[in-house]
């Protein structure tokens, strides 16, 4: 093989900026962090692959010393061989050091791989990348380049003959002295396989693997920059609307138990607090919701069945939780977290509503600002009731940071005074050399804080091999260094903002970065509050994009306008149903969070999940709402001119319901007058039965709709209307009736007249009447027999046309306006909560 440990590598391609793919920090056109979060998918899909050959670079060109001839220096573009660096033992190189180097080589190419070996490169002419851009070209190569260095001549690792998809692991140990590097900074610390392969003899560069070392002999004067790293604490909703009542002690129902896991050892949230808590000066970004939910969770709670989302909590349709033990320890660990001296906690409106889809597509909708509000402060006791610490709750953290004017707008109307926004909408304007400190003024009194784009980057995706975790850690060291090095007495501001859905694999990475650039002291870790009051930099970019330049993927992810519309609704329709409840607490509270909830930006992430929840919320405050109705009825027999209509109103909820009057509309007020009725006071599980007086003044059949009312200023509809008929049978037999009775008592008194004058007539000796005696004083045989006691039971009305009309009970005469009669008021035995309500046995 000649000097193998000599070589330098060729250059692929004279444009360092061309290659599109690489082993190690991947890159793509929108910078180093998101370049090096697509690596491993890139290679992924480049394995076995024939890549296109592209010319060699002239010898010249290459360091001193690593000089080969141009036809035996001759690099092939399709390198088979897949490089990792899996661990850096000494993140930051230090002088009389070693540096210890793991990872693996694989042959991805189709031939045998023959006489290789792996070696580190002393990095090209011992000079450290000084700009963040050298540091992104570095992260920008793919195939072995002249400009990576040349083998150091030890350490080499042999490697063995490695068919097609075989790998080998590697170690490599080497003196920081070896690396001859010259001065404090940042280097390329790269790691190459040279060898050859069964199809071409020819020994050459066949992969590489590159990352970055900083370089830090302790002799600078550099003051370090003020970092400040978000650490979320949020999950999806899943406390639901329903409770359920255990021996008078509200029993709380999730949608799902996920969070059983997540806050036992092991989990995603117990490890975010197990990581934290080692972390000075960290900035706990909580979901007030999450801390509720957790509380919940210590005590006895349920769980639904899949598709009991609508549905009353019962026993049937729940099962029991299993994780009040790990929510218990977890509240106390993530207490003690959090007291911590240098720490701060910040509290994000109740639910963590997606402010940008609100503003979006809902910022107009009534009632919205009045929901955000009722968030942010229910937010902030929530976290002060439960972790007892001060809290900041005047920050707003749009979807991914990403910012614009409307997402502004919306943010000043709910009270947040201070904005957490990615780089990426408010980018550096290119005259500026420097990174800038992250405070900046954006108008009408707010400020922002902007995340380094770069940075936060690095940690925006699940770093679950070892690899991702030393690339991501390493690119963090060299990132921070060169910008504490930019004007080493002029301290910067740097966020780092992390995803809300930050994994503890990702959390480690993050926590293990920020402690060795700490360790280096070119970093000085401070909580919020530190670093939004510090300075701003007048030349940073401050301008807020207008909506027209929102990113498309985050905007295809909003929760849609028609999802908004319906979760607000919500709220009017809770209005209602507050308004006739003698208890209204045991409903407020558990809707009015679930409103919120249905609007969380957790649901970007799962849009399917927050679907079914805002309709589960949707459909459950139906059912309420529909359990006090009037049941449903078919006809009512109205025998005469005047009676009385026996409309029921049944109460299937388990507290008294009140505030409300049934009003019965007939479709034409010319043939059936209708008396208002009363208001309406429901026990508890009952029906009342209300009478209401009516005349009708013709047969036949009359349509008659009954709608309940609220009382009281501004009423409203309250649940569905039924329509009934209503059969008028006997207005005109009645009238006759009146009448022809009427000219038979004149008849017999005619007659009895006609007979008395005949009689006085042809008396001669008879005495002269009585001028006070009263006429037909005695019973005559041929009138109307008396009626005796009241009519059949099947008879709607007396002959006097006065009487109930109902198919369901008997006739009861009656005079004046409505009544109510309760019926069922024996208990039922239903279930009966303390702060929710149930409806049906």
């Not at 780089?423 to 420097?434: I, N, R, T, V």
């Not at 207008?546 to 909003?558: F, K």
């Not at 005949?758 to 008396?763: F, I, L, V």
């Amino acid at each position: 093989m000649g000097e193998p440990a000599r070589h330098s590598g060729l250059e692929a391609d004279g444009h360092p900026g061309r290659a599109a793919e690489r082993t190690g920090s991947a890159a793509d056109g929108r910078g180093p962090g998101r370049r090096a979060a697509r690596t491993v998918r890139r290679f992924a899909a480049a394995l076995g692959a024939a890549l296109a050959l592209v010319p060699a670079v002239p010898a010249g060109a290459l360091p001193a010393g690593g000089a080969r001839p141009a036809a035996e220096t001759a690099v092939s573009a399709e390198s088979p061989v897949v490089m990792t660096i899996e661990t850096v033992n000494k993140p930051v190189a230090v002088p009389n050091g070693t540096v210890t180097i793991t990872g693996h080589v694989t042959n991805a190419g189709r031939s045998v791989l023959k006489s290789a070996h792996a070696a580190v490169r002393k990095p090209w002419l011992g000079k450290p990348l000084a700009t963040r851009s050298d540091l992104a070209e570095v992260s920008s190569r793919s195939n072995p380049l002249g400009r990576d260095g040349v083998d150091l001549d030890s350490p080499q690792y042999a490697l063995n003959e490695l068919g097609p998809g075989q790998s080998q692991p590697y170690t490599l140990s080497v003196a920081v002295s070896d690396l001859q590097l010259s001065t404090e900074g940042v280097y390329e610390l790269a790691v190459d396989a040279w060898g050859s392969t069964a199809d071409n003899q020819r020994d050459r560069p066949l992969g590489i693997a590159r990352t970055f070392l900083p370089y830090d002999p302790g002799s600078t004067g550099a003051q370090p920059s003020k970092l400040t790293t978000l650490w979320p604490l949020v999950h999806a909703p899943v406390l639901a609307a329903q409770t359920m009542s255990d021996n008078d002690q509200t029993v709380s129902v999730l949608r799902d138990d996920s969070l059983a896991t997540e806050f036992a050892p092991g989990g995603r949230l117990y490890e975010l607090v197990e990581t934290g808590s080692a972390l000075p000066g960290l900035t706990w970004v909580v979901d007030p919701d999450l801390l509720d939910t957790a509380f919940a969770m210590t005590r006895p709670y349920r769980v639904q069945k899949p598709g009991t989302e609508k549905k009353a909590a019962k026993e049937d349709n729940t099962v029991a939780g299993a994780g009040s033990a790990a929510a218990a320890a977890w509240l106390e660990k993530l207490r003690s977290a959090v007291a911590k001296p240098g720490s701060q906690v910040v509290a994000l409106p109740y639910a963590d509503p997606d402010i940008a889809s609100i503003a979006h597509n809902a910022a107009e909708l009534p009632g919205v600002d009045a929901a955000l509000g009722k968030a942010a402060t229910a937010g902030r006791l929530t976290v002060e009731g439960r972790l007892s610490v001060d809290t900041r709750s005047d920050v707003a953290w749009p979807y991914q940071g990403h910012l614009d004017q409307q997402i502004a707008a919306m943010a000043q109307r709910t009270g947040s005074s201070l904005v957490l926004v990615n780089g990426a909408s408010l980018p550096e304007p290119d005259a500026l050399k420097y990174t800038p400190t992250a405070v900046r003024p954006i108008g009408n009194g707010q400020h922002a804080v902007v995340a380094d784009e770069a940075v936060s980057a690095l940690f925006e995706k699940d770093l679950n091999t070892p690899q991702e975790q030393t690339l991501a850690v390493q690119q963090f060291l060299a990132e921070t260094f060169v910008i504490s090095r930019q004007e080493p007495q002029n301290p910067r501001g740097l966020l780092v903002m992390p995803p809300r859905e930050l994994t503890a694999d990702t959390a480690r990475a993050l926590a293990t970065a920020v402690q060795a650039a700490q360790a280096g002291k070119w970093v000085d870790p401070v909580k919020l509050d530190v670093l939004a009051q510090g300075p701003a930099d007048p030349k940073a970019n401050a301008g807020v994009p207008a909506a027209t330049d929102y990113p498309s993927q985050a905007r295809a992810s909003e929760l849609p306008s028609s999802a908004l519309t319906d979760t607000v609704k919500i709220q009017s329709d809770l209005d209602i149903l507050m308004r006739v409840l003698t208890l209204p607490q045991r409903v407020r509270g558990p809707f009015s969070a679930a409103m919120v909830r249905s609007m969380s930006t957790e649901w970007r992430a799962q849009p399917p999940e927050g679907s079914v929840y805002r309709d589960g919320v949707a459909g459950y405050l139906a059912e309420l709402t529909k359990a006090v109705y009037v049941p449903k009825k078919n006809a009512i027999t109205f025998a005469g001119d005047t009676g009385v209509l026996q409309v029921s109103v049944r109460n299937d909820l388990t507290q008294p319901v009140t505030n409300l009057k049934l009003v019965l509309s007939p479709s034409q007020a010319n043939r059936l007058k209708i008396r208002p009725a009363e208001e309406l006071v429901l026990p508890a599980s009952q029906s009342v039965t209300l009478r209401f007086p009516a005349e009708a003044q013709n047969n036949g059949p009359v349509s008659v709709t009954a709608q309940l009312w609220t009382t009281g200023p501004n009423p409203q509809k309250y649940g569905e209307a039924q329509i009934f008929r209503v059969e008028v049978t006997s207005v005109t037999n009645g009238v006759l009736y009146v009448f022809g009775g009427a000219l038979v008592l004149l008849l017999l008194a005619a007659l009895r007249f006609f007979r008395q004058r005949k009689r006085q007539a042809g008396d001669d000796g008879g005495d002269e009447p009585h001028g006070d005696e009263p006429v037909g004083d005695e019973p005559l045989d041929d009138a109307p027999a008396a009626t005796d006691g009241a009519a059949p039971a099947d008879d709607a009305a007396d002959r006097t046309g006065r009487g109930t009309a109902d198919e369901d009970g008997p006739q009861r005469p009656e005079r004046g306006g409505a009544a109510q009669t309760p019926r069922g008021s024996a208990a039922d035995g239903r279930d009966r909560a303390t702060s929710d309500e149930k409806v049906g046995p």
